[in-house]
C-alpha cells in the first residue's frame, strides 16, 4: 500500500541543502519500494519476556548522531548537525515507554521536538484534523493502521513547523502509535497496536502487532506498543 503526501512546505521557500535534494526526486516505483506494510504477532509463551533496553538503545544512537568525536575520541555535540533525525511523537492508546526511554536517555533536545498524547478520540481528530481538512469526512477506526498513518503524517508536518532552519527540514520525521490493550475492564474486541513512521517525504513504513488476551498485564502490553512504535521510528 502506498503512501506519497507532499509536505505542506510553501513553493517559496525551497530547501536549501543541494545533496539532499536528489532525494526527493524518486519516482513512484521507488517510492513503493521504500514503504512496507508488516504484522506481527504476541508469543505465545509466557516466559518470552519484553525488555526495554532496544528502546534505549535506539534513542541512544539517535541522540548521539549528533555528535562528533574530539582528538580523545569523545563523542561532542555539534550543533545543528545535518542528518539528525528531527522527530515528533503522537502517541495513545499505549506504548507511553517510549516516552519514558526517550527522557531517560540524555540528548533528547538535540532530537526531539515534541512529543504528542491525544487520548480522547477528539483530541485525535484534532491532532490529523490539524494537518489537512479533507479527510473529515471519511469514516476512520482510531485503532487502526489508517490512524497510525494520520498520526504520523500529521507528526511530521508538526515537525516541519517546529523546526526553524530550513537546511534540516530533510531530517523531519513523525511517528504516529495507536493501541487497544489491557484495561480496567475487558474489552470485547481484540487487542492490537499500529504504529507507522515517516520521513520528510511522507514515505515510511507502518507496523501491526495483534496481542493475546490474558498474555500479557497492562505494562507489558503498554512494552509491546512502545517496541512497536520505536520499530517505526527506526
Not at 525488555?51 to 538503545?57: A, E, F, G, K, L
Not at 532530537?111 to 484534523?129: G, T
Not at 511530521?156 to 490493550?181: C, F, K, Q, S
Request: charged share 20%.
Amino acid at each position: 500500500q502506498l503512501y506519497v503526501v507532499c509536505p505542506n512546505v510553501p513553493p517559496n521557500r525551497p530547501m536549501l541543502q543541494a545533496t539532499r535534494n536528489a532525494a526527493l526526486t524518486l519516482t513512484i516505483r521507488s517510492l513503493r519500494a521504500h514503504t512496507v506494510q508488516r504484522s506481527f504477532s504476541s508469543s505465545s509463551n509466557p516466559s518470552s519476556g519484553c525488555t526495554r533496553t532496544p528502546i534505549d538503545d535506539l534513542f541512544r544512537r539517535v541522540y548521539r548522531s549528533g555528535t562528533r568525536s574530539d582528538v580523545n575520541g569523545n563523542p561532542r555535540y555539534e550543533r545543528q548537525k545535518l542528518g539528525q533525525p528531527r522527530v515528533v511523537l503522537v502517541v495513545t492508546g499505549g506504548g507511553g515507554q517510549l516516552l519514558s526511554s526517550m527522557l531517560s536517555q540524555s540528548g533528547a533536545s538535540s532530537c526531539i521536538l515534541e512529543a504528542i498524547v491525544p487520548y480522547s478520540k477528539q483530541s485525535c481528530l484534532d491532532v490529523i484534523q490539524h494537518r489537512s481538512k479533507s479527510s473529515d469526512d471519511e469514516p476512520i477506526g482510531f485503532c487502526s493502521e489508517d490512524m497510525a498513518w494520520r498520526l504520523a503524517l500529521a507528526a511530521r508536518d508538526r515537525a516541519y513547523e517546529l523546526e526553524v532552519d530550513l537546511n534540516r527540514w530533510p531530517d523531519v520525521h513523525g511517528v504516529g502509535m495507536t493501541a487497544t490493550i489491557v484495561s480496567h475492564y475487558r474489552r470485547r474486541g481484540g487487542y492490537r497496536a499500529h504504529a507507522a513512521g515517516v520521513d520528510a517525504r511522507g514515505v515510511g513504513m507502518s507496523y501491526t502487532h495483534d496481542l493475546v488476551k490474558g498474555h500479557r498485564g497492562r505494562e507489558g502490553e503498554d512494552l509491546s506498543c512502545a517496541l512497536l512504535a520505536a520499530r517505526a521510528l527506526a
